[in-house]
């Protein structure tokens, strides 16, 4: 079966310190990818997805990054967090028109 | 452009009552829907899809959802709800861009409060 795992669960970093957040599927094979974020509130913003290694789409300009160094792994980036950056990220995948599974998410404070 | 709306922020039932939390959408083509439910502090989890054939369409935990093409609706029921239903729900669709792989657009989430 599949199953994805994202890490760390909860992270608090300091502003402008550096970012990397990680994703890694197992169980299928080239599937699509997802970064979301949730601010507090409730609503989900899509950040990034990638249909393969090394394609990556960017949905909003922002201080983030993302890469997809292998088939199953996505990982979130950035240079300088800002405190704007704080947020509950979200990984999920999905194959071809199906429906998307999701990470346990990851709790981000800047501080 | 795409869309998706869960017109109430909050719905509150009680125990044992059946419950509905609303949602429609606005697309081009067909939509493929889905229902998530996310409890505090975790990821999203699937709770039923619609992509074609009956338009009531049953998923994990008892529920079940009526797609209706008419009024673009694709409402989430239960008939009779638990304490442990509560949590937030998002409504989404999945929209395609030229015959590629589309994305998932949520809705905003609406809050069920089940109450004993």
């Known amino acids: 079966s599949q199953t994805i795992h994202q890490w760390p669960a909860t992270l608090v970093q300091p502003v402008g310190s550096p970012l990397s957040l990680e994703c890694t599927v197992e169980?299928?094979?080239?599937?699509?990818l997802y970064w979301y974020r949730q601010a507090a509130g409730r609503g989900l913003q899509l950040l990034f997805y990638?249909?393969?290694?090394?394609?990556i789409s960017s949905e909003v300009p922002q201080n983030l990054s993302a890469s997809r160094p292998q088939d199953r792994q996505f990982i979130l980036s950035s240079k300088k967090l800002l405190l704007s950056d704080s947020g509950f990220y979200l990984c999920a995948w999905s194959l071809l028109g199906t429906e998307a599974f999701f990470g346990q998410g990851t709790r981000l404070t800047v501080v | 452009a795409q869309s998706v709306a869960q017109p109430e922020d909050q719905v509150n039932v009680a125990e044992g009552n059946p419950l509905t939390v609303k949602c429609t959408y606005s697309v081009s083509g067909n939509p493929y829907l889905f229902w998530y439910v996310q409890y505090p502090n975790r990821g999203l989890q699937f709770l039923l899809k619609?992509?074609?054939?009956?338009?009531l369409v049953k998923g994990s935990y008892g529920f079940e959802a009526e797609f209706n093409k008419s009024q673009t609706s694709f409402h989430l029921k239960k008939p009779s709800a638990l304490v442990s239903d509560s949590a937030l729900y998002f409504c989404a669709v999945r929209v395609f861009y030229g015959g590629s792989q589309g994305n998932l657009i949520f809705g905003k989430g609406t809050k069920l409060s089940v109450k004993p």
């Open positions: 619609y992509i074609t054939g009956d338009n």
């Open positions: 169980g299928t094979s080239n599937p699509n």
């Open positions: 990638s249909v393969g290694i090394g394609q």
